[in-house]
């Protein structure tokens, strides 16, 4: 799987939109791009994932580069709630039979 | 979403003792399930992969003999760290996947956390 960069913290004002930054320079055509988050003492969230195409839903909006090099998790409005560890996670598409490679993520802290 | 389980979520024990952890899946059919390992301020460790009727399958540096990892059915596998010490002190997290409708993805556990005297 293919390696990923994110900066270690961030800090957002309640409201605003947050965006969490990931490159993944050495990613394959044929690896996705997972995000999870962990809220202090929680197991890990599923958040959304992609290929190349953007991707919206419930929680967030994924944008990934044309080139797929990097890509940006943004949290349109975000809440106290959302202060967590957010994980970029590069790998083939989920198979049962494949474990996900967790790095050390960016660490958010959602402001009042 | 799915809904992973595990019990306890909070476990206090002396050292030498043996300690068992469950990861249920609620709702669905894992036929493999995660143990991963979280030290304080760490990133999450695999530990092991758990199929269901075989073996687990373990990574580098992690004692199969110590960390006993069972999967009996296609809903609960248990991990079991045997004769603990201090330092075997941990947050230990279970995930398992599902395989319904559009969503391939993995569901994780709340989460065990372990303190050995």
């Known amino acids: 799987d293919a390696k990923t960069t994110q900066p270690p913290s961030m800090d957002c004002a309640e409201g605003r939109a947050a965006n969490l930054p990931c490159n993944h320079s050495t990613i394959s055509g044929n690896e996705y791009v997972y995000w999870y988050r962990q809220i202090h003492s929680q197991g890990p969230q599923y958040i959304i994932h992609g290929l190349k195409n953007n991707e919206t839903n419930e929680m967030a909006s994924l944008i990934i580069t044309e080139d797929r090099k990097s890509s940006t998790l943004i949290l349109p409005h975000a809440t106290l709630r959302d202060t967590a560890v957010y994980y970029c996670?590069?790998?083939?598409?989920?198979?049962?039979?494949?474990?996900?490679?967790f790095g050390g993520g960016t660490r958010l802290m959602v402001k009042p | 979403g799915a809904v992973v389980s595990q019990h306890p979520s909070r476990v206090i024990c002396k050292s030498g003792t043996s300690v068992k952890i469950e990861c249920r899946s609620l709702d669905f059919q894992a036929t493999t399930m995660f143990w991963y390992r979280q030290f304080p301020k760490q990133s999450l460790m695999l530990m092991a992969t758990s199929n269901e009727g075989s073996k687990a399958t373990y990574e580098q540096g992690v004692e199969k003999d110590k960390f006993l990892i069972n999967h009996a059915s296609l809903t609960l596998s248990t991990l079991t760290v045997t004769s603990a010490h201090p330092e075997d002190s941990s947050f230990y997290i279970c995930?398992?996947?599902?395989?319904?409708?559009?969503?391939?993805?993995?569901?994780f556990g709340p989460g065990t956390r372990l303190l050995v005297l």
């Open positions: 995930s398992a996947s599902s395989p319904r409708g559009r969503e391939e993805t993995q569901y």
């Open positions: 996670i590069v790998r083939v598409r989920y198979n049962a039979g494949n474990m996900l490679t």
